[in-house]
């Protein structure tokens, strides 16, 4: 019974499947019912898993369960198997849980599109490839998760494909990933040439006994780790992330905040051994996230689209789960991941919320004063908005504070500031987005006021159990200070995940970064606040100071234009004028010229076919005359 | 009794002669006719080495050569007519359609 | 005796054969091949084969000779078609078919006589043939019988007149 878990992504992919086939004549109804329907039933086994799982003793190892030898080349073998333990059982229930909740948003938030069965088709098929992501027991079938999530992040991006922005936003999410995924690839490449097996058991082994060396493997981990930048959108490849906010509200929620983009965050904390063994990627790994972590933010801080600012916040909290791993605390990066799911997808569909009930307005300056028409949304936010932040009791609270005390603790001090600047500013953006929103003085477009509602209760019932869960989803990780057991998400994860060796810090030194956590948090909040309610004129006066700091930050610092100029223009240019030169000349004459030869010979050789029964029969003659003159003779 | 290889040359004489027909004629009739002037030249070798090497299932095979002569002769025909009907004309030389 | 009637039927025969290749009217034509077939029916008779020789006069002179008549009858050609006028065609033809010719009558002299051997142990008889046809031979037999069907079915519908047209 415990093995039935295999079948937790098949159910949305049988879904994904009737819907792609039939879904034209299905009602619209038995639709939702069945795609909501379908993650509900993985969501189920992949509890039922996850309890048979708490019953296990951690000594059994991980339940692998193999369906088919999937590619067999000489000693290279991959099997399409799955495997279940403690990491991928939390990775399932996220992507279920949260799925599931998502999906029953979207039969609310899309009801008016025509589009519908489309959009669950696709949002079936990528809860499928994500599962197959996060269950796989080996890099090849991970590689197939891992690409089919993006192929259904593409589609879903461009959803509404006749938008030209949307369409093209798509295509840069892709073209982004690619780079990523060729350096993914070559890992794996890397891995099965020296491993001999893509197994991630096969790869503890082969890092046990000294079969895999420290500098192959620091190698493989660096080429891994640019496909997870590229996937978990880390600098320099976090252009795509934003424009991807073009996509429908709900997938923006499921696939680029809660699950999609933590895949990354995954992998490298599912090769923990590997990472851990190649010493040297660990720091490299912190320091591109603090970065990114601090960069994001600052781009967060005057972004005036309401999904752009969470997008870029998104960023920035994939900048911390890799801090996480960076410095070796890969239960604190994926604690980091599950809480992040909760209130990160809370704040999207929230932010969705209000744009439903502004119908589809998305920019801040437009907005103001929401709080007494969206009685639902504006509690649920705040609660989001309050556990990004930081703020104590709540589940952001927990997870960013286990990293950051984890980084001081290394002697990262450098990743440790640059985490506290980080955190200062999320408390900032996040109160500035709410302040901006449902604060202060009415902005809306009349035309939008006079359509404002509450949205349906389909939308706000799940926006108030993930509400519940931004609230309560950190106490499975309490801080070390509250004793040794505090930390139940830790123990769980630690047949995958051994626990660092070195000792803790002092009791005084862990209530001291706590309080500073809090000190910063607050902060932001008090900033914030005089900014946007106090003293409105303070962020003008700023913008007026310091134009070219502003206008820097506020074009995203020009990356996008940057990477135009330095690699898109010149390939397009370059590759016109090999059209012209190489294709048109030498391809295509090529091609050309061979086709008019044989034609040329074929033209001569036609003249033997005249048409006329009787030279055919001569010609048969002869040959019977020769064939009985070599029997003859 | 007659020697067998009288038949044989009086069949390997007809043979030629179905065959100069064939180069000779111009329609299509015609042509068909010394087709199956060559069948019996064929036929009769048959019947001739059955008589010399007492072998009884060298006339079975004729039996089943006639029969293949009458399909082919009704299917050939038809065709006949419907090349008629097509291009009236019979003549051969006409029916080039199929040069390169 | 026998070797008269061998040397009158074969130059009825051949005679018939170079008359039909002569004659420029296809009836004629078709007319002398009756003839030339009826003379080997008599030739298949003194090799044995009465049965042979029945088959060959009653399908071969008589059905397959009269669709040919019927079909000249019906295309009514007024005057005959002259023969190949073609020069170079004509002479490569007459130089191949008398070097088949001469091969052939080399294979047949080269052949050391066949002396006939006893009589048919079997017997020659319609029933021995019959007997034959139906164990040995029966799925060959059978075979042609679906095939002279398809011809059938095949002639009609080659020549049928379609309505629509």
């Known amino acids: 019974m415990t093995e039935i878990f295999w079948l937790i992504p098949f159910v949305p992919a049988a879904s994904a499947l009737v819907l792609i086939l039939f879904g034209r004549r299905l009602p619209k109804r038995y639709v939702s019912f069945q795609a909501c329907g ?62 599931f909740l998502i999906h029953i948003y979207s039969v609310g938030y899309m009801s008016q599109d025509k589009g519908y069965t489309r959009y669950f088709a696709h949002l079936n098929l990528f809860t499928f490839a994500m599962l197959v992501l996060v269950l796989a027991s080996n890099m090849v079938l991970m590689f197939v998760g891992w690409e089919g999530v993006g192929l259904c992040s593409y589609l879903l991006i461009g959803f509404w494909f006749e938008k030209p922005s949307a369409a093209k936003a798509g295509m840069k999410a892709f073209i982004v990933n690619r780079i990523g995924d060729a350096g993914f690839i070559l890992g794996i490449l890397f891995l099965v040439m020296t491993v001999g097996s893509s197994e991630f058991s096969a790869i503890a082994a082969a890092v046990g006994n000294g079969l895999l060396s420290q500098g192959l493997a620091t190698l493989i981990a660096i080429l891994l780790f640019i496909g997870a930048c590229g996937k978990s959108a880390q600098l320099p490849l976090h252009v795509w992330l934003p ?35 190649s010493g040297t990627v660990g720091p490299i790994i912190a320091l591109v996230g603090a970065l990114t972590a601090v960069f994001a933010a600052t781009m967060a801080l005057v972004q005036n689209d309401i999904k752009r600012v969470l997008a870029y916040s998104t960023i920035s909290q994939l900048g911390y789960m890799f801090i996480g791993c960076g410095v070796g605390a890969y239960a604190a990066g994926i604690f980091h991941l599950y809480t992040h799911a909760f209130f990160k997808s809370l704040l999207f569909l929230a932010a969705g919320s209000v744009i439903h009930a502004l119908s589809g307005e998305q920019d801040m300056r437009r907005m103001g004063g929401l709080k007494k028409y969206l009685p639902w949304t504006y509690p649920v936010f705040l609660v989001g908005a309050v556990a990004i932040a930081g703020v104590p009791f709540l589940s952001g609270f927990f997870s960013k504070d286990a990293i950051l005390t984890r980084a001081f603790g290394q002697r990262q001090y450098v990743i440790w500031v640059l985490g506290l ?115 409105p004129g303070i962020p003008h006066g700023l913008v007026a100071r310091f134009p070219r700091i502003y206008k820097l930050i506020y074009n995203k610092y020009y990356v996008d234009e940057i990477y135009d100029g330095a690699v898109i223009n010149p390939l397009i240019t370059g590759s016109e004028w090999i059209y012209a030169h190489f294709d048109l000349k030498v391809v295509d004459g090529t091609v050309n010229n061979s086709a008019s030869a044989v034609g040329f ?33 | 009794m007659i020697p067998a290889s009288y038949f044989f040359l009086l ?18 009739i015609t042509q068909l006719m010394a087709v ?53 004309s019979i003549k051969t030389e006409d029916m080039r359609s199929m040069k390169g | 005796m026998m070797i008269l009637l061998f040397f009158v039927l074969s130059v009825i025969c051949v005679g018939s054969v170079l008359g039909m290749i002569i004659s420029k009217n296809q009836a004629y034509s078709a007319l002398f091949l009756v003839l030339a077939f009826s003379c080997l029916g008599g030739l298949f008779g003194m090799l044995g084969a009465p049965f042979m020789a029945v088959v060959q006069i009653i399908i071969y002179a008589g059905a397959i000779m009269v669709l040919f ?12 078609i002259s023969p190949e006028r073609k020069k170079w065609t004509l002479a490569v033809s007459a130089v191949i078919s008398v070097v088949l010719l001469a091969e052939l009558v080399f294979a047949v002299l080269g052949t050391p006589p066949m002396p006939y051997t006893a009589a048919f142990s079997s017997g020659t008889s319609p029933t021995d043939i019959g007997r034959l046809l139906f164990t040995k031979y029966l799925y060959p037999f059978e075979i042609t019988s679906v095939l002279i069907i398809a011809a059938l079915v095949g002639a009609i519908v080659l020549v049928k007149k379609r309505e629509k047209e």
């Open chain 1, 601 to 633: 010979f074929g033209k001569i050789l036609s003249y033997l076919q005249t048409g006329l029964v009787k030279d055919y029969a001569l010609i048969f003659l002869l040959g019977i005359v020769i064939f009985i003159g070599v029997l003859l003779f």
């Open chain 1, 38 to 99: 379908a993650v509900f039933v993985s969501f189920g086994l992949a509890a039922f898993s996850f309890f048979g799982l708490l019953n296990t003793s951690p000594e059994h190892g991980p339940l692998i369960k193999t369906l088919f030898s999937w590619i067999g080349v000489g000693a290279f073998k991959a099997g399409f198997s799955f495997q279940f333990d403690p990491l991928s059982a939390i990775m399932a229930l996220v992507v279920t849980g949260v799925g």
């Open chain 2, 36 to 88: 199956e002037i060559m069948l019996n030249a064929a036929n009769l070798a048959f019947l001739a080495l059955a008589k010399s090497s007492n072998f009884l299932d060298a006339q079975v095979i004729v039996f089943f050569i006639i029969t293949v002569a009458a399909a082919e002769a009704a299917i050939g025909l038809a065709i006949v007519m419907l090349i008629f009907r097509q291009k009236k």
């Open chain 1, 421 to 535: 600047a980080g955190a200062v500013m999320t408390a900032f953006y996040m109160f500035r987005l709410i302040f901006l929103t449902f604060y202060g003085v009415e902005r809306l477009d009349p035309e939008a006021k006079k359509h404002l509602h509450e949205s349906p209760k389909v939308m706000t019932v799940p926006l108030a159990i993930l509400a519940f869960f931004s609230i309560t989803a950190g106490y499975v990780g309490l801080p070390a200070v509250l004793g040794k057991k505090a930390d139940v998400f830790g123990r769980f994860l630690e047949p995958v995940i051994k626990p660092a060796a070195e000792g803790h810090l002092g009791l005084g030194t862990e209530w001291f970064l706590i309080l500073i956590s809090v000190v910063v948090a607050l902060l932001g909040i008090f900033i914030a606040h005089t900014f946007y309610l106090k003293k």
């Open chain 1, 243 to 277: 424009d991807a906010m073009e996509g429908p509200t709900p997938v923006s929620a499921l696939i680029h905040a809660a699950t999609m983009v933590t895949a990354g965050v995954y992998m490298v904390a599912r090769l923990n051994v590997l990472y851990t063994f």
């Open chain 3, 69 to 80: 008549i019927f079909v000249i009858m019906m295309i009514n050609l007024r005057k005959g």
């Open chain 2, 11 to 28: 069949s390997v004489v007809l043979f030629v002669l179905g065959i100069i027909a064939f180069f000779l004629k111009r329609d299509l």
